[in-house]
């Protein structure tokens, strides 16, 4: 039986690593500008005696840092996912 399905009709490989390369490029530029809004907002809010913006910048920031982490990983995902789909 020489029955296999045909893995090189299937294209758009290069497509979709373009666009998601591309997605993941805008996260990770909005991340760290919100990484930098928070951080300031941190640092005023601290030298100032606003805990409670404090505390929310401080998670604002630890949500961003989150999301850069994700993105990053995501693109790695993404490429590993791409090469094994190529390999079979």
């Known amino acids: 039986m020489d029955i296999f399905p045909d893995f090189g009709a299937v294209g758009g490989a290069?497509?979709?690593r373009a666009l998601v390369g591309a997605l993941l490029m805008y996260v990770l530029i909005f991340a760290?500008?919100?990484i930098l809004v928070c951080a300031v907002t941190w640092a005023i809010a601290s030298s100032s005696g606003n805990y409670q913006s404090a505390i929310r910048s401080r998670a604002g920031l630890f949500v961003a840092v989150g999301v850069a982490m994700l993105a990053g990983a995501g693109v790695a995902w993404m490429n590993f996912l791409i090469g094994v789909g190529q390999q079979l």
């Open 32 to 34: 760290v500008l919100a």
């Open 14 to 16: 290069s497509d979709l």
